[in-house]
């Protein structure tokens, strides 16, 4: 006999919580189903949707003050943390490009909401269901700032893409400053930003 537990919101910030994010995850849920095959031909459409909707729930910002720790962001000038900010947000856009190339019919949705004492940070879990395979769950960190909740982090099956990318952040900072990380995710880059130009240009 197999015994399941779900672990439900248990108070009514949670439910708020719960709530907010399901109404995120279901518009990108509908965006998917409806555009996924013309986004792929047409990427800005994507795009733009990413811009709209998903980059005030997924804080660029916070992704990468907890990759590079908080003495390397102290070192940053406004101007450094702005190109910065700018130049991995066109990462995530890449990375949700990718995503997308993997679509295969998932839904998201919240299953349980974690915060801390404080009630300031968290963890969600979102359960990711597919016809094409097994139900998958993916915990995102989220944060409180100035009333509103965003994502920094995720992990799954125990992995936090934060720790992993952050060696990568913190040694190229160390030996080649802000200018070396941006050159390098601009690298990174390139061929998706090569592939949005010509798709602008048809």
């Given at each position: 006999?197999?015994?399941?537990?779900?672990?439900?919101?248990?108070?009514?910030?949670?439910?708020?919580?719960?709530?907010?994010?399901?109404?995120?995850?279901?518009?990108?849920?509908?965006?998917?189903?409806?555009?996924?095959?013309?986004?792929?031909q047409?990427?800005n459409?994507?795009?733009?949707?990413?811009?709209?909707?998903?980059?005030?729930?997924?804080?660029?910002?916070?992704?990468?003050?907890?990759?590079?720790?908080?003495?390397?962001?102290?070192?940053?000038?406004d101007?450094?943390?702005?190109?910065l900010?700018?130049?991995?947000?066109?990462?995530?856009?890449?990375?949700?490009?990718?995503?997308?190339?993997?679509y295969?019919?998932?839904?998201a949705?919240?299953?349980?909401?974690?915060?801390?004492?404080?009630?300031?940070?968290?963890?969600?879990?979102?359960?990711?269901?597919?016809?094409?395979?097994?139900?998958?769950?993916?915990?995102?960190?989220?944060?409180?700032?100035?009333?509103?909740?965003?994502?920094?982090?995720?992990?799954?099956?125990?992995?936090?893409?934060?720790?992993?990318?952050r060696?990568f952040?913190?040694?190229?900072?160390?030996?080649?400053?802000?200018?070396g990380?941006?050159?390098?995710?601009?690298?990174?880059?390139?061929?998706?930003?090569?592939?949005?130009?010509?798709?602008?240009?048809?």
């Amino acid at each position: 006999m197999c015994l399941c537990v779900v672990i439900a919101p248990t108070s009514n910030a949670d439910e708020k919580i719960a709530t907010e994010f399901n109404n995120k995850l279901n518009k990108i849920n509908v965006f998917l189903e409806e555009n996924h095959k013309q986004a792929l031909q047409e990427p800005n459409l994507l795009i733009g949707f990413v811009n709209q909707e998903l980059l005030e729930v997924w804080s660029a910002r916070n992704t990468i003050r907890a990759m590079l720790g908080t003495s390397r962001w102290k070192q940053l000038t406004d101007s450094e943390a702005n190109v910065l900010i700018k130049t991995y947000e066109n990462t995530i856009r890449r990375y949700l490009f990718e995503v997308l190339q993997q679509y295969q019919g998932q839904k998201a949705s919240v299953e349980s909401v974690r915060l801390n004492d404080k009630g300031n940070k968290g963890w969600l879990r979102v359960r990711l269901e597919s016809p094409s395979f097994p139900t998958l769950n993916v915990d995102l960190k989220i944060y409180k700032e100035q009333e509103q909740w965003t994502v920094y982090d995720f992990s799954f099956q125990g992995i936090s893409f934060v720790k992993m990318k952050r060696g990568f952040f913190r040694d190229t900072f160390d030996k080649n400053g802000v200018v070396g990380v941006v050159a390098e995710l601009r690298e990174k880059n390139k061929e998706f930003n090569q592939a949005m130009a010509v798709a602008s240009d048809e």
